[in-house]
C-alpha cells in the first residue's frame, strides 16, 4: 500500500506535465487524476490502521494516510471534477487545466503530510498553482487579486517557516507531535501561517475578495477545497494536546461567529458566499475529531453554491429581488442552500448533528446561534424570485453547468449514510426549528436591514497589520 501512495500522490503532477505535452487531452487527464484519488481516498475508509511513510524517520518526515485525509481527499476528488465538468466545453486551455491538476495533487500532499517541512513545500506548490488559476484571465483586475493573494500566502508561509525551525531546534524533529513542548513562539508562528492560509478568523479577511472577484469555477475550486489545505493540519495539532485542542476550539468558535456576522449583511452574492466560507471553515475547527465529514459536506455545498452564483442575472441581492432567476436554477439554488443551512435529508443536517455532539459546553451556544445566522444568510438565496425563462435566457448557463451541478447536488444527498443516527426525532425538531428561526429573523429583520460592515480591515495595506494582530493574540494564549 505504501507504494500504491507514493504513486498516488506523484500522478496528479505527472499528468500536468503530460498535458502540457499532449494539451489535447487536457480535460480527460484532469478528470482521470481526480478519480484516481476518489478511489485512493474511499480506501482510506476501508483500512483497519492508517497509512504511514517514514521519508526521513531521524528528521520526522512522516506521512500518515488515515480515515480523516480520506475525508479531504476524496472532497479534493469530487469537487475538483465537478470543476472540470464544468469547465468541459469552455475555451479553457491547457495551461489551466494543467494548474489545476497541480493544484489538486499538491492538496492531496498536503492533506497527507504529518510533518511541518513536508508540509510547507505541499502549501507553497499549492499556493502558486492557486495563483495562476486566479490570474488566468489576465486581466488587470485578476492579475491584482492574484498577486494579492501571492504576497498574504507567502508571509504566511514565511511565520509558519521560522514557527517549524523552532520547532526543529527544540526537538531535532520537524513531526506534527513535535509541537507539544515546543517554545509557545513556535505555536504562535505556525498557528499564524496556517490560519492566514486557511482564511480563519480575522487572518481570513483576504478571502472574500480573493474568492468573489475570481473566475466561477476558480471561485468554486478555491472555496471548495483549496482553503481547507491548512485546515487539516489545525485539526491534527488539536490531537497532540489538550491545550493547543482548546486553541483550535477557540479560533473554530470566533472564526463561526465572525464569519457569520459578516455573511447576514453583505449584499453580494459571491462575497455573502466567501465570508460564508470563513464562518463554516470555523465549524470544521470547533469539533475537530469529526471535522473530516463536515469539510466533505462544505466541500460539496459550497462549489455547487458558486456554480450556481456564476449563472445568476447579477450579484446583488437587491438587483435580483427583481429579475426573477430560472425555476430550475432556483431549485439546485434552494437544494445546497438547505443542505447548508441543516434541513434533513441532506448532508447539512448529518454534519451539523455531529459537530453539535462533539462540541464542548462553553461551544454550544455561540455554535447554536452560527447555525441560526446559517439559516438567515441562505434564505436571501431562497426566497429569491424566480419563474420559466424564455429559451434565450436558458442558453446563459455554461454547457457544463448542469452535469457539475447535479454531480455535486447529489453528493449532498448520498453522503447522509455517513452519519445516519442523526436521524432522531429531536435532531430533526432541532434542525427545523434553527431553521425557522433563521427564515423569521431575515424576513422581520435582517431583509429590512441596509447596514454595511466596513471593509477597511479586508484592504491590502491593512492584512499585514491583522496578521501581526493575530500574531499577538496567539502568543498571549500559547503562553501558560
Known sequence: MNTITLA?????????????????????????????????GLQLFLEPSPITLNLLDSFGITLIADQL??????????????????????????????????????LNAAFVCADFISLYVALEVSGIAAFLLIAYSRSDRSIWVGLRYLFVSNTAMLFYLVGAVLVYQTHHSFSFASLKGSP????????????IKAGIFVSGLWLPLTHSESETPVSA????????????????TAFVSEEIDIIVRIFGVGTAL????????????????????????????????????YALTHGLVKSSLFLIAGSLPSRNFKELQYKPIHTTI?????????????LPLLSGFAAKVLTMKNLASWQFIVMNIAAVGTAISFAKFIFLPHTKAEEEEEQKTKSGFWISVIFLITGLFVANI?????????????????IAAGWLGYHFIFKKLSISLPRVFEEFEH??????????????????
Open 8 to 40: 498516488w500522490i506523484a500522478t496528479p503532477f505527472f499528468l500536468g506535465f503530460i498535458i502540457f505535452l499532449v494539451p489535447k487531452l487536457n480535460r480527460h487527464l484532469t478528470l482521470w487524476g481526480t478519480i484516481a484519488s476518489a478511489a485512493y
Open 69 to 106: 485525509s480520506g475525508y479531504f481527499i476524496f472532497t479534493n476528488a469530487l469537487v475538483t471534477a465537478a470543476v472540470a465538468l464544468y469547465c468541459w466545453r469552455s475555451d479553457k486551455t491547457a495551461f489551466f487545466y494543467a494548474q489545476m491538476i497541480i493544484v489538486h495533487g499538491s
Open 184 to 195: 509557545p513562539e513556535a505555536l504562535a508562528l505556525i498557528f499564524l501561517g496556517l490560519l
Open 221 to 236: 475550486l478555491m472555496s471548495g477545497i483549496v482553503v481547507k489545505a491548512s485546515v487539516l493540519p489545525l485539526l491534527r
Open 258 to 293: 465572525m464569519g457569520v456576522s459578516y455573511a447576514v449583511l453583505e449584499k453580494d452574492t459571491k462575497r455573502m458566499l466567501a465570508f460564508h466560507t470563513i464562518s463554516q471553515l470555523g465549524f470544521i475547527l470547533a469539533a475537530p475529531a469529526v471535522g473530516g465529514f
Open 330 to 342: 432556483w431549485i439546485a439554488l434552494v437544494i445546497a442552500s438547505l443542505s447548508i443551512s441543516g
Open 418 to 434: 455517513v452519519y445516519l443516527p442523526a436521524y432522531e426525532i429531536t435532531n430533526i425538531t432541532k434542525a427545523l426549528l434553527t
Open 463 to 480: 492584512l499585514v497589520g491583522v496578521m501581526s494582530l493575530t500574531l499577538i493574540l496567539l502568543f498571549w494564549m500559547a503562553f501558560p
